[in-house]
């Protein structure tokens, strides 16, 4: 691979994801893969800019952007699609609006500090940019950013946006740029993330027209005036005299990459009046406004927030067969990296959630943490043009009484058994778990629930990975388990049962009661009391007793 298209991939492989660099897809398979991604992203766009929709969060958006850019480099395959084709619109800026560019991680930050001073910071707000012209004093004209030249108008809006300030104390002339933002009481932006900050902003001034009300939500922070004074602590002062006070209450001085940390983590977890997905990062001293380009700048960046969405690519589709018969699809993905977390697998909960989504490899989903700990599935964003085929276990084969000997179909069900037996809630055995068991299964030592009842110290021995010192480990464990109470083991051959129902006193009594006898115990409904029955009538199961009686087991 070329170095120049290396380290292009590596610039944005730090917020795409941390799969492989390139796919590994024949010619036709990634024209068609590209091809859908662009028309996607292509009726985002449109959807976005002509209507004021929003139809997926911001950062699955500039996820799926980076990913098209990336797949673009990977094969060779160059776009002319341009993502503000319908931002675009017939009224010329005052001045352009630059952009920035979006450094991806900290060592991006600490090298675009390098050598520079008098930097600022101010919290990226989330909202929509817009230019304000004001004529004597007054705000007249209202451009949305556009493509960075040519901007919407959005002045009919004016007389309903009390929330901003329309009429300067001084009549004078001046141009700012800033953005129109979603006013929120003491919104956290760790906590509450974006909300559809800017999609419900958007939305509204996309429309024709805006009650007192709506307008009054939309609030804004003046993040530039262009042809200012030409340090950035006077440009503050003067936007605050002239009544915007947000700019320099919410804008700080830094010298180090640990103060600009310091910041973006301070605004990212205090209460602020408006939604935030970064910091801003400016150099005190610019270039003359008449000199602005439609294009990022070098004296101005954006430092983004952690995603609280990544976007993931299914590796693969695995299905857990838990040992109630439980199944549950897992979705091994390419690892990505969510508020510090490398996540590389989530569940989807039910068989019934796969079907109805039909997840397949190649997939990009959308991934979340509930809690801020555990992996969540949210939604399917976009769909591989190739649905790779994925076969399910039988749900038919499957139940509370299925799989008591690890049979082809029944291996993954039969060690949840043996797990389960073996685990806090069942025998207690200490250092016993789903790799040991695992061990003894493969080697053909445990065939049944009961059959490590008569292993010895050989028949460990022999076993590959148990050593002396583990086979004298696994003999004790054994030996705490046969002196276990009766219920004890009855919860740990998975009896069907509410932890305050009195089991006992021995497996013949227990079996010999009926459904209209289970239902008079306290507690007991129809459909536990005929779930007891069937528990304590099957014959796989009668049998098992049986044999645990022969090993003296009590209450068998």
Not at 454 to 469: F, H, K, N, P, Y
Request: net charge positive; hydrophobic share 40%; aromatic share 8%.
């Amino acid at each position: 691979m070329p170095p120049m298209l290396i380290a292009a991939l590596l610039i944005l492989l730090p917020i795409v994801s941390q799969a492989d660099v390139c796919p590994s897809w024949p010619p036709a398979r990634a024209h068609e893969e590209i091809t859908r991604l662009r028309e996607t992203l292509a009726t985002w766009d449109d959807q976005y800019h002509r209507q004021g929709h929003s139809p997926v969060a911001d950062e699955l958006y500039d996820q799926s952007r980076q990913r098209l850019h990336a797949l673009q480099i990977c094969f060779d395959l160059p776009g002319s699609d341009d993502p503000l084709a319908s931002a675009r619109g017939a009224l010329p800026h005052p001045i352009p609006h630059t952009g920035v560019i979006k450094l991806a991680d900290e060592q991006a930050v600490v090298a675009w500090l390098q050598g520079k001073r008098d930097v600022w910071i101010q919290p990226k707000v989330d909202g929509v940019a817009a230019s304000l012209v004001y004529r004597e004093g007054r705000l007249v004209q209202l451009l949305s950013r556009g493509d960075g030249l040519l901007g919407h108008d959005w002045s009919r809006h004016i007389p309903h946006l009390s929330g901003i300030t329309r009429q300067l104390p001084e009549p004078i002339d001046l141009v700012l740029q800033g953005e129109l933002y979603w006013r929120r009481d003491n919104h956290t932006q760790a906590l509450a993330g974006s909300a559809n900050a800017r999609g419900t902003v958007a939305g509204l001034l996309a429309r024709k027209s805006l009650d007192d009300a709506q307008g009054g939500g939309i609030g804004l922070f003046v993040w530039d005036w262009p042809d200012g004074p030409p340090r950035q602590a006077d440009r503050l002062s003067r936007l605050a005299q002239l009544g915007f006070a947000d700019s320099q209450r919410y804008s700080v001085a830094i010298e180090t990459f640990d103060q600009a940390s310091h910041w973006r983590q301070h605004w990212y977890r205090s209460a602020l009046p408006f939604a935030t997905d970064g910091v801003i990062l400016r150099q005190d001293s610019r270039p003359p406004a008449k000199r602005w380009r439609a294009k990022p700048p070098s004296w101005i960046a954006a430092w983004k927030y952690p995603f609280q969405q990544a976007l993931a690519e299914v590796r693969e589709v695995r299905f857990r067969v838990g040992r109630t018969g439980r199944i549950t699809p897992m979705l091994h993905l390419h690892p990505v990296v969510l508020d510090d977390r490398r996540i590389s697998l989530v569940s989807l909960g039910s068989l019934a959630r796969w079907q109805r989504l039909d997840i397949r490899p190649g997939d990009q989903v959308a991934i979340t943490l509930a809690g801020l700990t555990v992996p969540r599935l949210e939604s399917v964003v976009h769909r591989s043009t190739h649905r790779e085929p994925v076969t399910p276990p039988d749900a038919t084969q499957h139940h509370p009484l299925s799989c008591w000997r690890p049979d082809d179909t029944c291996k993954e069900q039969f060690l949840a058994r043996l797990a389960w037996l073996s685990g806090r809630q069942g025998l207690q055995m200490p250092n016993l778990g789903s790799a040991t068991w695992a061990r003894l299964v493969e080697s053909g030592a445990v065939s049944s629930l009961h059959d490590w009842l008569a292993l010895e110290r050989d028949d460990l021995q022999r076993i590959s990975g148990i050593g002396t010192a583990r086979a004298e480990q696994l003999l004790q464990a054994f030996a705490n388990a046969r002196q276990q109470p009766f219920e004890r083991w009855l919860r740990a051959l998975g009896v069907p049962a509410p932890r305050n129902l009195p089991l006992g006193p021995d497996w013949q009594t227990l079996a010999a009661k009926r459904r209209e006898q289970w239902l008079a115990e306290p507690g007991i409904g129809p459909g536990r009391a005929a779930q007891l029955e069937a528990f304590f009538t099957d014959e796989t199961l009668a049998l098992l007793a049986m044999q645990l009686r022969a090993h003296a087991i009590q209450g068998f």
